[in-house]
């Protein structure tokens, strides 16, 4: 149902400071534009595509070697060519804006432990970690996987690999071993930096003998650096070739960021897809810098000096989105544990101590507060918090509701949706307009969306395929050995030659909002951390009692998330409650404890198409009530009969949500 009523209206005075006001504010001086609102806005960002990213540049006076003499000098996708010749380095970015007036991080982990790191020692710590990274011949374009959680340390490792040009890739530290190893082994990393393990629910989790099965299993690594996060007598040298992270930031070294080409890779994020190995997407220096300026200053509205927190594991690319703030001279704030230790209050009892401007979680997080009744505001004090963010899954106008009536009903609610593989936004929040319960406020300026039907054709107030028309610098460089780029066309642009499809059902309403209702494909996202079918598969079907497998996650709109694993068994075996606790506890070692199936089922067959594929999309669909006849063609499978299973699951499972 069409909402027809905002739930938050920007004052006067609120427009008047907003930073998109004052972007707009220098064009009209410094280039003679003038826009009647933010749609006039948005639509010259997406078709004078190169002014608007030189007036970005110059807007936010990046720091470079060489001027540009164009934004976009090849406008194809994939392939798009921005800012030749000119070089920069994203921790130049960050420490031009090092002061005493504000900390640069500020901490806390689910035990209480406050932790804040000034300007000066994170500007420290990070030279002299990058001397020992330089020592140990880490050199431009080399990778330094790590191996953390949610510390100061890690911000101060991602800040040092940048700074010398060198690739980052982090894994979580909750993770299994099989999905830390799909990742790192792709890249063949030379320096390792990781923790002996960490703490969650209040329970200790010792990761070294996993750590020594994983340095065994990475043959490229030539150094460990060890931070023992549990044990703090345990020895930097427990490993061969490795030292403590005390030895490793110990002393001074002048911070000296290597200019790099503006498309140099900065980091490695993954995202899985439906078949093999997670994808190691790399994106460049200049065009992350550039993108979390605009999305973090004009879209979620912060500046210098403001706090901001958006809780993450290291292993989503909210994390690196986060660390963007320093970018703009932000405090951010990290929270590193379980958010419903003791209580679900934690997160907000931190959001208050830590005096946050901008607070931003994942969807299930703010539904699950809901559902527990809690009183956010009886339990930290919320009256610096100005905008919420939400992302990860569709946030549902009853949850849009719940915020504001149960934290402040003058809050700027301000949801984003984007992903890994962008590691940044295509719809999100303006500061000048309207909110509507379930609706996101605008496409983000320099993201030409639209909604696309079945011909390709875009649609308003219809739901179609989210897709992106025109180039934008954080979209991937390219994947980690991926010949001839196959992989990386076949993601995004197998549909629509030229197109980016993103894998999102998307309706862009009448005002100019727009409203996500989940996946169009067959990844698993639970809470933001997208992961592929075939690795849950991998850990699943290594068990001899199972023969085949399918999981779908049904994330859709205004229903919970649920996810049912489906199995055939070998003849004459069953699903006891003794297998059952053996998958999920697989899965759990395996990928993480996220990532387990609500419900465990067993069925006759798994429907395959006559090439063998699982019917992964179909089943998802048939599942979220649409037709069987419009979703499957028996004609063209290799099994039609297993259908019947699943068309009266699809049946008592509908059944069940309506009541």
């Known amino acids: 149902m069409e909402h027809t009523a905002p739930v938050w209206q920007p004052t006067a005075e609120t427009i008047r400071k907003a930073q998109v006001t004052a972007f707009m504010h220098w064009l009209a001086r410094e280039r003679g534009l003038r826009f009647a609102d933010y749609d006039a806005l948005w639509q010259w960002s997406v078709t004078d595509i190169d002014a608007f990213w030189r007036a970005l540049w110059d807007y936010f006076d990046l720091r470079a070697t060489g001027t540009p003499e164009c934004a976009l000098a090849d406008a194809r996708m994939p392939g798009a060519t921005w800012f030749p010749g000119v070089r920069l380095n994203y921790v130049e970015q960050v420490f031009r804006h090092a002061t005493d007036a504000h900390p640069a991080i500020v901490f806390r982990n689910e035990a209480g432990e406050p932790r804040e790191l000034s300007w000066a020692e994170l500007q420290r710590q990070v030279g002299a970690l990058a001397a020992t990274l330089r020592g140990f011949g880490v050199q431009p374009g080399d990778r330094v996987c790590a191996f953390m959680p949610n510390l100061p340390e890690t911000v101060v490792a991602f800040l040092a690999v940048a700074s010398l040009g060198a690739v980052w890739s982090v894994c979580s530290p909750d993770m299994g071993k099989v999905a830390v190893v799909d990742r790192f082994s792709q890249i063949e990393p030379k320096v390792m930096i990781a923790v002996d393990g960490y703490r969650y629910s209040g329970k200790t989790h010792d990761r070294r003998a996993l750590l020594g099965e994983l340095l065994d299993a990475l043959p490229s690594v030539e150094k460990l650096v060890l931070l023992p996060a549990i044990d703090p007598a345990a020895p930097g040298t427990a490993f061969d070739n490795s030292i403590d992270w005390a030895t490793a930031t110990a002393g001074e070294a002048p911070l000296q960021p290597e200019h790099v080409p503006f498309d140099h890779p900065l980091w490695v994020v993954y995202s899985s897809g439906t078949t093999g190995l997670p994808k190691p997407i790399v994106h460049g220096q200049g065009g992350v810098v550039l993108e979390h300026l605009k999305a973090l200053n004009l879209h979620l509205d912060l500046d210098a000096g403001d706090r901001f927190h958006w809780f993450s594991a290291t292993g989503w690319m909210m994390w690196n989105f986060q660390v963007g703030g320093l970018l703009l001279g932000c405090t951010i704030c990290l929270f590193d544990g379980n958010p419903g230790v003791p209580d679900l209050n934690a997160l907000w009892r931190f959001v208050g101590e830590a005096r946050v401007d901008f607070f931003g979680a994942g969807a299930a997080f703010f539904a699950s507060c809901q559902k527990a009744g809690i009183e956010p505001t009886e339990a930290a004090n919320l009256e610096r918090l100005r905008g919420l963010g939400s992302t990860g899954s569709p946030l549902s106008p009853e949850t849009f509701a719940w915020l504001q009536d149960h934290v402040r009903d003058d809050l700027w609610i301000n949801p984003i949706s984007g992903g890994t593989d962008l590691v940044s936004a295509f719809i999100g929040g303006i500061p000048t307009r309207p909110v509507y319960p379930g609706e996101m406020q605008c496409r983000c300026l320099g993201a030409r969306v639209e909604a696309f039907d079945d011909n390709a054709r875009p649609v308003i107030d219809a739901v179609g395929e989210l897709v992106c028309t025109a180039p934008m610098p954080s979209m991937p460089l390219y994947f980690w050995n991926d010949a001839g780029n196959q992989r990386y066309h076949d993601s995004y642009f197998d549909t629509w030659p030229g197109i980016w499809r993103h894998g999102d059902w998307l309706r862009i309403t009448p005002r100019g909002g727009a409203i996500i209702y989940g996946r169009s494909d067959?990844?698993?996202?639970?809470?933001?951390?997208?992961?592929?079918?075939?690795?849950?598969?991998?850990?699943?079907?290594?068990?001899?009692?199972?023969?085949?497998?399918?999981?779908?996650?049904?994330?859709?709109?205004?229903?919970?998330?649920?996810?049912?694993?489906?199995?055939?068994?070998?003849?004459?075996?069953?699903?006891?409650?003794?297998?059952?606790?053996?998958?999920?506890?697989?899965?759990?070692?395996?990928?993480?404890?996220?990532?387990?199936?609500?419900?465990?089922?067993?069925?006759?067959?798994?429907?395959?198409?006559?090439?063998?594929?699982?019917?992964?999309?179909?089943?998802?669909?048939?599942?979220?009530?649409q037709p069987l006849e419009k979703i499957a063609n028996p004609d063209t499978m290799a099994n039609p009969d297993s259908l019947a299973w699943f068309q009266r699951f699809a049946t008592g499972y509908l059944a069940r949500q309506a009541s």
């Not at 497998?549 to 996810?563: I, P, Q, R």
């Open 522 to 625: 067959a990844t698993i996202n639970r809470h933001g951390i997208r992961m592929g079918t075939s690795e849950l598969y991998r850990a699943v079907e290594a068990l001899p009692e199972v023969l085949d497998s399918l999981v779908v996650d049904l994330e859709y709109l205004g229903k919970d998330s649920y996810m049912p694993l489906f199995l055939v068994l070998r003849e004459g075996e069953a699903l006891t409650p003794a297998l059952v606790a053996q998958i999920r506890e697989r899965i759990k070692v395996a990928l993480s404890a996220r990532h387990v199936p609500n419900d465990i089922f067993q069925v006759p067959a798994i429907p395959r198409t006559q090439s063998g594929k699982k019917m992964e999309l179909p089943m998802k669909k048939l599942l979220l009530g």
